[in-house]
């Protein structure tokens, strides 16, 4: 069985329309609560790689010149009628018509100078703006339908962010009445799940993990080792940050650096979907296979709200033959998202593969009935007509 190294950025690829590269964030949500006791942060051994000089500047800084011309219009009087938070996008909309929606991670500045960049990119720019303004702004991270690649040995995972602009006005402190908002957001579909808001230090935070998963792409592992560094003086705990360096000390030879990683995330429960399938690859390399598959197994415990994660997830398992494991995490996708078409035709096909021909009928129509493109309308359709001889295939 082929091993990959799972970075399980963000990946823009489902925002562009060729390029593959990303905005990150990953499943960082842990088994439970970390203790409440202050852990104190592996360090990191310099040892062994070669920093490279990059830029410090703040990523959501913009030159003089930027900051006047978005000023001069923010504050015409010809707009004055309009709400703040609308002529921040009617000036986004005016000036970033030509803007290319490739995957490049850029800054505010690069951004707006290239007219180009993913998501990511796309909500920093906006930040950089907004923050000239007394308007209120937070980032959400949208689950859509990923995009999972094999590069090489590396297998990655992509998803999406976005930006909302609040006008509002306060009451007393704790509360306020909402005016008005509007999401900055030029990838949208039916199926996206808004998921949790992200703080503006972890946006940064993905920032330099995309930047980190691009060089490590290209085979730069001593700039992959330097953007890792620049995430983990944000948060030393960041568990992504950490699954990050451990591949690259695993990626340069340094294995034990690699384990001691892993064991102390896993002790620590900081453990994500990424960081427990790489360990339990690491593992095996080592060959401590009864502790690999009991690790392994700790992803039942994980609470992550994405349900296209339990999708995926169950659709491996089914092709490994682990239909009960399989068979739980559709319905967790479903319990999650029980709109989407997906879980129900992969529950329909798992069941017609047990012969449970009832069940696979009563999944089947239902995602006949929630799918909402014609083609996958019409091959639901079809597998009504042809329902038990319904096997797993790609």
Not at 115 to 144: E, M, P, R, W
Not at 172 to 184: D, N
Not at 254 to 267: P, T, V
Not at 276 to 289: K, P, W, Y
């Amino acid at each position: 069985m082929r091993a990959f190294l799972l970075i399980s950025v963000l990946i823009l690829g489902a925002c562009t329309s060729s390029n593959r590269y990303h905005t990150l964030r990953t499943d960082t949500q842990t088994i439970q609560e970390i203790p409440d006791q202050i852990l104190t942060p592996p360090l990191i051994i310099d040892d062994g790689f070669t920093l490279k000089d990059i830029p410090s500047e703040n990523i959501f800084a913009l030159s003089a010149e930027h900051q006047a011309h978005f000023l001069d219009y923010f504050n015409h009087p010809i707009h004055s009628t309009e709400r703040p938070h609308r002529r921040i996008k009617k000036y986004l909309e005016k000036y970033l018509n030509k803007f290319d929606y490739r995957g490049e991670t850029f800054n505010a500045r690069q951004a707006l100078d290239s007219q180009s960049g993913n998501c990511l990119s796309l909500a920093i720019l906006s930040t950089a703006f907004t923050k000239l303004t007394d308007l209120d702004y937070k980032f959400n991270l949208v689950h859509v339908a990923p995009i999972y690649e094999e590069l090489g040995d590396i297998q990655v995972l992509s998803s999406h962010v976005n930006f909302t602009i609040y006008d509002k006005k306060k009451v007393e402190p704790g509360f306020f009445y909402a005016l008005g908002k509007v999401t900055i957001d030029y990838f949208r579909t039916s199926s996206a799940v808004t998921s949790s808001e992200v703080s503006e230090k972890e946006l940064s935070i993905m920032y330099w993990h995309n930047l980190t998963a691009d060089a490590l792409l290209a085979g730069n592992i001593d700039l992959a080792f330097t953007y890792t560094k620049k995430a983990y003086n944000l948060d030393p705990l960041y568990p992504e940050t950490l699954n990050f360096l451990a591949v690259l000390y695993n990626r340069r030879g340094y294995h034990e650096r690699a384990y001691a990683i892993y064991d102390f995330m896993l002790k620590n429960q900081l453990y994500t979907f990424t960081a427990i399938d790489n360990f339990a690859s690491l593992l095996r390399t080592r060959g401590e296979h009864r502790r690999a598959d009991g690790i392994a197994e700790l992803v039942i415990h994980i609470t992550n709200d994405n349900p296209y994660t339990w999708l995926h997830r169950g659709i491996d398992n089914a092709k490994q033959g682990k239909l009960k494991l399989a068979e739980s995490q559709f319905k967790k996708s479903l319990t999650l998202a029980p709109y989407l078409h997906e879980p129900h035709f992969q529950l329909a096909k798992l069941y017609a593969q047990q012969l449970k021909m009832g069940a696979a009928k009563k999944y089947l129509e239902q995602a006949f009935a929630l799918a909402y493109i014609p083609e996958h309308q019409q091959r639901y359709k079809a597998k009504l007509y042809s329902l038990k001889r319904a096997r797993y295939a790609d």
